[in-house]
């Protein structure tokens, strides 16, 4: 029903943001200095939203907060979701679709990016993809041309969206993926977000983490670095039951990637999927005491988890800190209501 739909695409926006929120202060930080941090106020292993109150001073002098809403984002600061690129690209992937419709190219979505955001918040290879564009290149070469993060997670962050408006149809969700991803993106790079949009997609009508991965799983090659990660990862939570020493296997197996690299942190929220039993509250801070991308990968198993629950099966605790408002550097977007976000999301759902 359309009722349904609302609170599902509205458990996405949520979910995304509270998870996204719940990494911020510590991105960038080591696995192991998130854990010092939290366990020097005693907040190990996580269950509620980053606070300072209780860390001696000097290790917050050594581990300060992310730069970027790090410290808007702790527990006793948070009035709203803080400004984050994260959030950036599903708002400017909806007016994409408000402006273009269904039929979007890349080069629409090249036109919003340069409209709509400011160039200081796009980061890697979103960064080399606009500046190419200024340059008159046009996609793909905006992805190829001097683009050493071509495989990094930049797509990945920019699936929901994708997935959103494609509820049930994980394949219509992964071609409107890589009809963004090419823009800034090569390879594992465009795996990422066609993987992730296919998986949001799917958990409009699958409640189980393993079917929402398989799902996934069918809409990328199964020869690539990607899909051989994810692989790893099931048969992980095969044989490993226990969190903490299946994120160590992973750091095993990946840590030789860039901590914003595509493939590890996929597997990482893939893991975290799956360890979770499908509970919100636990997938999140899971993925987050995992380390590598933080914000990212919380708000990635958070929008997977919101959505295939709904926004009236989130824990209040999570949701309410939110105050149903985002900031953003997006022109049009700053201070927009999470309940009109998703109005208009199934809006264009339902196109």
């Known amino acids: 029903s359309e009722i349904d739909l609302y609170d599902r695409i509205l458990g996405g926006w949520l979910g995304r943001a509270a998870g996204c929120a719940l990494g911020k202060p510590v991105e960038k930080h080591p696995r192991a200095v998130i854990r010092q941090l939290l366990e020097s106020n005693g907040a190990w292993p996580l269950s509620d939203y980053i606070t300072a109150a209780g860390m001696p001073q000097e290790l917050l002098q050594k581990f300060p ?4 809403s790090g410290r808007e984002s702790l527990r006793e600061n948070l009035e709203c979701m803080p400004e984050d690129d994260d959030m950036n690209y599903p708002m400017l992937n909806l007016r994409v679709l408000e402006i273009y419709g269904l039929n979007f190219t890349t080069e629409n979505i090249a036109e919003c990016w340069l409209s709509m955001l400011p160039v200081l918040s796009t980061f890697t290879a979103e960064r080399v993809a606009y500046l190419n564009l200024l340059q008159a290149w046009r996609p793909p070469q905006t992805a190829t041309r001097c683009n050493p993060y071509r495989e990094w997670i930049g797509a990945q962050i920019r699936a929901d969206l994708w997935g959103w408006i494609s509820p049930g149809d994980p394949k219509t969700a992964a071609g409107r993926a890589w009809r ?63 969190w903490e020493k299946a994120v160590d296997r992973l750091y095993e197996e990946f840590g030789h990637y860039h901590w914003v690299h595509t493939i590890n942190n996929a597997a990482l929220a893939a893991a975290a999927l799956l360890y979770s039993d499908g509970d919100y ?4 801070c899971y993925v987050v005491m995992g380390g590598w991308d933080t914000d990212s990968n919380g708000a990635t198993v958070g929008s997977i988890l919101g959505t295939m629950r709904g926004a009236k099966q989130l824990p209040e605790k999570w949701i309410a800190p939110l105050h149903n408002r985002i900031r953003s550097s997006l022109k049009g977007f700053d201070n927009a209501a999470f309940d009109d976000l998703a109005r208009r999301t199934m809006r264009q759902a339902v196109a």
């Open 180 to 242: 963004d991803a090419r823009l800034s993106h090569t390879g594992n790079g465009i795996y990422g977000e066609m993987f992730f949009a296919a998986a949001i997609s799917a958990a409009f009508v699958v409640s189980e983490p393993r079917q929402i991965i398989a799902q996934g799983l069918q809409q990328i090659p199964q020869e690539s670095r990607l899909a051989q990660a994810i692989e790893f990862v099931l048969a992980l939570y095969d044989e490993e039951k226990n």
């Open 65 to 68: 907060w992310n730069r970027h």
């Open 281 to 284: 509250e636990r997938a999140i």
